[in-house]
Nanobody
């Protein structure tokens, strides 16, 4: 089992910044991909960004140039630096851990961007 704990969500004005963190613990394999997904009210969960432990990154088109995903492999922690936030970025952000066909999700952290 892998446990994921997210932090860093909150309320921010449009144009502002937030940094999310997600720490993985438990049976964490050294080879894995971690990522962030989000779900806005009434919408399906969607990919925001992923990063392998070889630091290959993948971003949704809607966040490219504004969000940066990074990780600390020694600490099994992934970060999401979010800049130039827009009201449409408002969602619950979920951390995901993927390794050898196993997927684990965090409980999510709410990000609210006011206009």
């Amino acid at each position: 089992q892998v446990q994921l704990v997210e932090s860093g969500g909150g309320l921010v004005q449009a144009g502002g910044s937030l940094t999310l963190s997600c720490a993985a613990s438990g049976s964490v394999f050294s080879i894995n991909t971690m990522g962030w997904y989000r779900q806005a009210p009434g919408k399906q969960r969607e990919l925001v960004a992923t990063i392998t432990n070889g630091v290959s990154r993948n971003y949704a088109e809607s966040v490219k140039g504004r969000f940066t995903i990074s990780r600390n492999n020694a600490a099994n922690t992934v970060y999401l630096q979010m800049n130039s936030l827009k009201p449409e970025d408002t969602a619950v952000y979920f951390c995901k851990y993927m390794s050898y066909g196993m997927n684990y999700w965090g409980k999510g952290t709410l990000v609210t961007v006011s206009s």
